[in-house]
């Protein structure tokens, strides 16, 4: 089976960079994937990480490191709409995708 | 392309009766999913499909809840009898393992309030 660990909250200031942390335990791993979920709508998705290192996409980036069973989403520059819950999924061998409880980040002014 | 659509959007109904929540996915993709959303447990899938075919339903609660696809443009997931426990939201979501990341892609979810 597999288990995900993420902070349940976590608050911010607008402009500021916050990191938000996953770890894992995988019954094979074959990927990473991080998802954005505002109140009342569906989750989509951010980044996708399957090798070492640090992944970057405009104001966000994803880092996996596999030995440690570890990654983290780094939000920079922080806007109002980032307010939303961040989901940590990771997906084992036989193509399952377990999805961590979510942290809900508030950006405050 | 018009994403993953779900239907009904919103569904109450009473303790006791058939509730069937329907999904087409995006057109080319050969997986689909089926997940639950609450509070309490967040996110949970409840079975997957790869080329119509049933591949893990070890998530399904019980036997009250089935999931059929006839075809590959179209999925039901059917809660019979429904209990007020089952009152969440649905999602659907597909993608392609063709692509090298396998995105899911989501529906907007049917909420389901059982009385």
């Known amino acids: 089976g597999q288990n995900i660990d993420q902070p349940t909250e976590m608050t911010a200031t607008e402009g500021a960079i916050v990191q938000i942390n996953c770890t894992y335990q995988?019954?094979?791993?074959?990927?990473l994937f991080w998802y954005q979920q505002h109140a009342g709508e569906a989750p989509t998705f951010l980044s996708y990480n399957v090798l070492d290192g640090l992944e970057e996409k405009g104001r966000f980036s994803s880092f996996l490191s596999r030995s440690k069973g570890y990654s983290y989403l780094l939000l920079k520059e922080l806007q109002m709409k980032d307010s939303a819950s961040y989901l940590c999924a990771v997906k084992d061998g036989a193509g399952k995708s377990t999805f961590g409880d979510g942290t809900t980040l508030t950006v405050k002014p | 392309d018009a994403g993953v659509i779900q239907s009904p959007r919103h569904e109450v109904t009473e303790m006791g009766q058939e509730v069937t929540l329907r999904c087409k996915p995006i057109?080319?993709?050969?997986?689909l999913f089926w997940y639950r959303q609450t509070m309490m447990r967040g996110l949970e899938l409840l079975i997957y499909f790869n080329n119509n075919v049933p591949i893990d339903d070890s998530g399904m609660p019980e036997d009250r809840f089935s999931a059929k696809m006839p075809n590959a443009s179209f999925s039901t997931l059917k809660i019979q009898p429904s209990e007020p426990r089952d009152s969440a939201v649905y999602f659907c979501?597909?993608?392609?393992?063709?692509?090298?990341?396998?995105?899911?892609?989501f529906g907007p979810g049917t909420r389901l309030l059982v009385l």
């Open positions: 057109s080319g993709h050969n997986s």
């Open positions: 979501a597909s993608s392609s393992n063709r692509a090298s990341q396998e995105t899911q892609y």
């Open positions: 995988t019954s094979g791993f074959n990927g």
